[in-house]
């Protein structure tokens, strides 16, 4: 089949690069338009972009999928199908009704488990024991149209939201093609999904990333590696924000005792206390400084009794 894949970030890459590699021809691709990114904040094109550039496939980067001089582009093109994998933006109905084969979606979920923007986040935050992938053809209502396939993933316990969805991209990757061939074929159909047991997912912001010392522990652990590495976990201390890594429950026996919040230090690591046991401090990032190994931070400090994390 022909056709125009949409993809912006890295997660996006493995796919595209498995659908090159296929016996389908990828004629474009449709990427976000070129941002600011990097510590130096330098306007550059997307992973996905950087990677067609370099295969020598056309770019499409409207501003709007509803641009009349992108629709028409697409309509000269006359792709089958539009593989999308975190295009993000909007694609309204002008542009899903153009290939007979629709736009077939790689989402890192098992719908209708966490439709919406951020399902990984959102899995690693509510404890999951298991979440997936699935593909499914798009439709106006969000993530709601019917499903092609879906495999599945278990999530560790120490992972961050970073580190599933990597997996997941790799394994989704090989579930987008086989889905592609299965449209291609005429083999595959896609399955409606059902009403009941729909969760939503959205995005992460940074209020929701601070940590809160008076919950217990395993919320501290679940939001921390949910948010890791965007938007980044962060709590206060003496005023100003300070980064935080994954952090490790403690639930040894020589535990300190300590109050929520409140910090303590030895040569080998620091913990802060919760409601429940305390978690141990992994890298740590202060403000307007470079990110350390947190009993590095804690040696500079000086950590007193009074001291505490959060507001």
């Known amino acids: 089949m022909k056709l125009v894949f949409a993809g912006t970030p890295e997660v996006a890459v493995p796919s595209l690069r498995a659908l090159i590699a296929s016996e389908h021809e990828v004629a474009a691709v449709v990427t976000r338009p070129d941002a600011r990114s990097g510590r130096g904040r330098r306007i550059s094109a997307s992973p996905v972009a950087e990677v067609a550039e370099s295969e020598g496939i056309e770019v499409l980067k409207p501003a709007k999928a509803g641009d009349p001089e992108f629709l ?3 309509a000269e093109i006359a792709p089958d199908c539009c593989p999308v ?4 933006a909007l694609l309204p109905q002008s542009a899903l009704d153009v290939p007979a084969h629709g736009w077939v979606n790689l989402h890192f979920s098992l719908l209708p488990a966490w439709r919406g923007a951020a399902p990984v986040q959102h899995s690693v935050l509510h404890g999951d024991d298991v979440t997936g992938a699935s593909t499914f053809r798009i439709v106006k209502e969000l993530d709601a149209g019917p499903v092609y396939g879906t ?3 278990t999530v560790r316990p120490t992972d961050t939201s970073g580190e599933l969805l990597g997996r997941l991209a790799e394994s989704g990757a090989g579930l987008l093609l086989r889905t592609i061939d299965g449209i291609a074929s005429g083999e595959l159909a ?3 999904q059902p009403d009941t047991d729909v969760s939503y997912a959205g995005k992460l912001t940074s209020l929701d990333a601070e940590l809160d010392f008076t919950a217990p522990a395993q919320r501290v652990d679940r939001v921390a590696r949910a948010c890791t590495p965007a938007p980044g976990a962060w709590t206060t201390f003496r005023g100003t924000r300070l980064k935080l890594g994954p952090v490790r429950p403690v639930t040894d026996a020589d535990r300190p005792d300590l109050e929520p919040g409140q910090p303590f230090a030895d040569k080998r690591r620091v913990v802060v206390g919760t ?3 305390p978690v141990e401090l992994g ?3 202060p403000q307007g400084k ?4 947190a009993v590095d931070w804690a040696r500079g400090v000086r950590l007193a009794e009074d001291d ?3 507001r």
């Open 72 to 74: 028409a582009r697409l």
């Open 85 to 88: 994998v975190a295009y993000g």
């Open 151 to 153: 495999l599945a993933e």
């Open 190 to 192: 896609p399955v409606p």
């Open 275 to 277: 409601s429940t046991h």
């Open 283 to 285: 890298r740590v990032q």
């Open 290 to 293: 470079k990110e350390m190994d």
């Open 308 to 310: 505490r994390l959060g």
